[in-house]
């Protein structure tokens, strides 16, 4: 009796904290999906696309992501546990198909805090041109210099010791960052409305077809981040049929803060200016605002403030995910340990902490890669997650739903449809498709890795079993 009482009280000790309100739910998932991105990329998307092509590509793939957050929604009011993808999976589809949907969304988690860590630096950058100093070698014709390294690893470390000591502390700064990015976005939006021309936007489409395709392929791995959500299901504390329609919310918010920033931009500079622009929403602020130097510092601070805040939800989703696979003996039971008084899977934590720390080593040539690779691993997912929707639907029709999506079949199958329509994007032969050797080499070395973390947990847990 003892014995048991024992194994309880221990059982109870490693339960996370429900300490995550409304606010910091939306926080974390909006601030993870608008990132860095729209800062230097929103020239790109429309130079490859046109200000149209840009702006239906994201309609698109926020489509896509709705559909799919549906599905998402639904699940994780049945099974609000840590792991989201793994649970989900794994009671529809098997132990087998759970490990391959869970390792698939940890490199696109993994991907993004890596990015963001070469990201910073290169935005400081900006700030302060003069910075980098201390070459120490070259990969794929890029240089890397000490102090652009420093600047990248000293954010990591802090942001690890901040997830280490507690998911509150995370989301109250998380509050603050997207709270920052949301108010610095709207003045832009609202300046290039007033200020800026439609005389700017001289091309609505660009390479037809290829062009729209092209910018469509980028966007699932913009739109990573609703995710995070059911990963720190355990954490919340909120009516689970809340929490889905805080994902779907989050989903729908993000996709048009990308529309509305494509044409803020295309407003505020004409072709050439987008062209010659490095970051040209903070040339947009520029412009719109008389030219005004501070505006587009104060943009680019912003643009710091959505990297903070991404990286910082990607590290909880990140680490929530590997413990839970730990947890279940997919992976060395060391990452499932959880912090005796911070309730935070520590080891999870270190790991991630440790491959971002020494992600700007790397360059960004390797970094643009391994987001691609990334962007493929977490539509294998995403699809995944929506079979798992259509199966659960078929095997437990009876379980309760605290929230139940209207017309789920027809939701269901849109998902897979429309996940595979972006899968085959990335294959070879289409415009978008992914590099060969280098993305498609990280796609390989993780499913390597994946087959020998695999293999190694089923040995390992059946020989202790016996």
């Not at 652009?148 to 954010?155: P, Y």
Request: charged share 15%; net charge positive.
């Amino acid at each position: 009796m003892q014995k048991i009482i024992k194994q309880k009280k221990k059982k109870e000790k490693s339960k996370f904290k429900r300490v995550l309100s409304r606010r910091d739910v939306l926080a974390m998932s909006f601030g993870a999906m608008i990132g860095w991105s729209w800062i230097v990329m929103a020239g790109e998307w429309i130079q490859i696309a046109g200000t149209i092509g840009a702006m239906i590509a994201f309609v698109i793939g926020g489509l896509m992501v709705t559909f799919v957050g549906l599905t998402y929604a639904e699940l994780t009011a049945i099974m609000p546990k840590a792991g989201g993808e793994m649970v989900f999976s794994k009671r529809a589809l098997g132990r087998n198909i759970s490990f391959t949907c869970t390792w698939a969304i940890i490199l696109g988690y993994i991907s993004v805090v890596a990015f963001e860590a070469v990201a910073l630096p290169t935005v400081v950058e900006y700030l302060f041109p003069n910075y980098v100093t201390g070459f120490m070698y070259s990969i794929a014709g890029y240089d890397i210099h000490l102090t652009w390294v420093l600047v990248g690893m000293i954010s990591s470390i802090v942001m690890t010791i901040i997830n280490y000591i507690g998911v509150k502390p995370a989301a109250f700064m998380q509050t603050i960052l997207t709270f920052l990015v949301v108010a610095v976005g709207f003045v832009f939006i609202s300046g290039s409305f007033v200020m800026g021309s439609l005389d700017n936007v001289e091309t609505l489409f660009s390479d037809g077809t290829k062009g729209l395709l092209s910018v469509t392929v980028m966007t699932p791995f913009l739109f990573v981040g609703f995710d995070v959500i059911p990963q720190m299901a355990e954490e919340i504390k909120m009516p689970f049929g809340k929490i889905a329609k805080i994902l779907i919310m989050s989903i729908v918010i993000a996709t048009l803060w990308y529309i509305l920033i494509i044409f803020g931009v295309s407003l505020a500079l004409d072709d050439a200016s987008i062209s010659s622009s490095t970051l040209p929403t903070a040339d947009g602020a520029k412009a719109v605002f008389f030219n005004s130097g501070i505006a587009s510092k104060i943009m680019v601070l912003a643009g710091i403030a959505g990297i903070i805040s991404s990286w910082n939800s990607f590290y909880i989703g990140g680490s929530r995910a590997i413990y839970a696979m730990a947890e279940e003996k997919m992976l060395p039971n060391f990452l499932a340990k959880l912090h005796p008084k911070y309730k935070t899977p520590t080891n999870a934590i270190l790991l991630i902490g440790i491959l971002s720390t020494l992600a700007p080593l790397l360059g960004r040539k390797m970094l643009n890669w391994l987001m691609n690779a990334g962007g493929l691993t977490v539509v294998i997912a995403y699809m995944t997650v929506a079979i798992s929707f259509l199966v659960l639907r078929k095997k437990e029709p009876n379980i309760s739903r605290p929230y139940k999506v209207k017309y789920g079949k027809f939701v269901g199958v849109a998902a897979i449809i429309l996940s595979l329509f972006l899968l085959v994007l990335y294959l070879p032969g289409s415009s978008a498709a992914l590099i060969w050797p280098y993305e498609w080499g990280i796609i390989l070395i993780w499913i390597a890795l994946g087959i020998i973390f695999y293999l190694w947990a089923k040995k390992t847990y059946s020989t202790k079993r016996k």
